[in-house]
């Protein structure tokens, strides 16, 4: 097609340059968008002055454990079945031994009953003992708690974690979860709430039943979540406890326990350099002799330490100093 009108000819040929220049990004012509940092269009400005807000990582106050640590350690754990020592202020693993393997918790699980009362109880709220109460396995630790008995909350989660009553777990779950299985879904939530992803339980006591496990690393992370809890701390720093409660007619009952804890007790003892504030105990036939430790150095820095699947009471606590030995190396 022929073009008539030169001026029409040299508007439309002007236009096609620039279009050729524009797209094809070639010749000296200026872009028209720059970047530019103070435009306020900019992914600069988005991302470094609009939205300075930043997300805290979830583990930054916490120990990882991506495998074994041993270090220059020549402690023997081999007859362990898992072991793990945290420096809780500079999140910190001194030690690891099989820390995410499952095993059984046996009576450490009542940190995490101790735990889910103290977060969703109230400490002077009544308590009314049922028929759950009358736990039958041979071995079972009970303090005589009978159907119709009444206590507060205090008293009853003092009992579960100074001498580790099956009972007291019993009544603590029915009265804060309104059923044993409505504590124990709160349970599992709150210990994946805290990282705790390779652990399930399946009652507030930790006698072994099928689908109740825990491991080292997870019981550093529910211990570690209990003891900023005052009340807990207090609680397991205790050698012994006495108290009354009533039955169910309103009469008196006494009851005077002493801690399961043989630190506290004096019949071990931990190293020089350490003090231990106090822990839990656990033990069964599935789940061998267990230990958690909240401890200090001479500085009263804490740490925490955690003992699976020990295969006496004396092991367990050579174990455990031998362990805590590893603090200020």
Do not use: W
């Amino acid at each position: 097609m022929k073009c008539t009108n030169k001026r029409k000819c040299l508007c439309l040929a002007s236009a096609f340059f620039f279009m050729l220049v524009s797209f094809s990004g070639c010749g000296n012509a200026p872009y028209l968008f720059k970047y530019d940092a103070e435009y306020g269009v900019s992914s600069f400005q988005v991302a470094e002055i609009y939205n300075t807000a930043k997300a805290d990582p979830f583990a930054e106050d916490l120990c990882i454990v991506a495998g074994d640590v041993s270090g220059n350690s020549s402690i023997d754990m081999s007859q362990a079945g898992a072991a793990l020592l945290c420096d809780v202020n500079h999140a910190e693993v001194l030690y690891s031994q099989n820390a995410h393997e499952r095993m059984h918790p046996a009576s450490l699980t009542k940190v995490m009953t101790a735990l889910v009362a103290l977060k969703y109880g109230s400490m002077d709220q009544l308590l009314t003992a049922t028929n759950s109460v009358n736990i039958t396995e041979q071995g079972a630790t009970l303090c005589g708690i009978k159907p119709g008995d009444t206590m507060t909350l205090s008293q009853a989660v003092h009992i579960l974690l100074i001498y580790s009553g099956n009972d007291a777990a019993m009544m603590v779950a029915e009265g804060v979860g309104g059923s044993v299985e409505g504590f124990v879904e709160l349970m599992n939530q709150e210990a994946k709430a805290i990282g705790a992803t390779n652990t399930n339980f399946a009652n507030p006591h930790g006698l072994t039943q099928d689908n109740h496990y825990t491991t080292a690393y997870d019981m550093y992370l529910i211990f570690n979540e209990a003891i900023k809890y005052e009340s807990f701390r207090e609680i397991i720093h205790m050698t012994s406890y006495s108290t009354v409660y009533h039955d169910k007619d309103g009469d008196s009952k006494e009851l005077s326990i002493n801690t399961t804890n043989q630190y506290l007790r004096e019949r071990y003892t931990p190293p020089e350099n350490v003090n231990i504030v106090g822990g839990k105990t656990g033990t069964t036939n599935a789940a061998g002799h267990c230990l958690v430790i909240l401890s200090r150095d001479s500085a009263g820095a804490p740490y925490i330490s955690v003992i699976l699947r020990s295969e006496s009471t004396d092991l367990l606590y050579q174990e455990m100093s031998d362990l805590l030995a590893e603090i200020g190396k």
